[in-house]
């Protein structure tokens, strides 16, 4: 069993930046990857960001490239979304989520677990 806990949600203007936390607790040893999802109301979940667990190899969905850096820290199992140049369409619940098959597959069904969402409000 993996837990995963996000923080760092909130409102934020046009322009402004925020910074997401995932902390992961449980049986993480096997981890080949961590990644951020988002959902916006009436919409399905998307893919925003990725990075690989032992190498730190970063992806990122072409929406937010150049806007959002994700990092991890190893030693603490932690891995962050910095978002910056926030945009009204960034709006959404974002979540964490959890990879342990090798292989750089980024759909949701390929990780195995996820945290509870965080609320991103980007506002005009």
């Known amino acids: 069993q993996v837990q995963l806990v996000e923080s760092g949600g909130g409102l934020v203007q046009t322009g402004g930046s925020l910074r997401l936390s995932c902390a992961a607790s449980?049986?993480?040893?096997?981890?080949?990857?961590m990644g951020w999802f988002r959902q916006a109301p009436g919409k399905e979940r998307e893919f925003v960001a990725v990075?690989?667990?032992?190498?730190?190899?970063?992806n990122y969905a072409d929406s937010v490239k150049g806007r959002f850096t994700i990092s991890r820290d190893n030693t603490k199992n932690t891995v962050h979304l910095q978002m910056n140049s926030l945009k009204p369409e960034d709006t959404a619940v974002y979540y964490c989520?959890?990879?342990?098959?090798?292989?750089?597959?980024?759909?949701?069904?390929?990780?195995?677990?996820w945290g509870q969402g965080t609320q991103v409000t980007v506002s005009s």
């Open positions: 989520a959890l990879k342990r098959t090798y292989g750089r597959a980024w759909e949701v069904s390929d990780f195995d677990s």
């Open positions: 990075i690989t667990w032992r190498y730190g190899n970063a």
């Open positions: 449980g049986r993480t040893f096997s981890t080949y990857a």
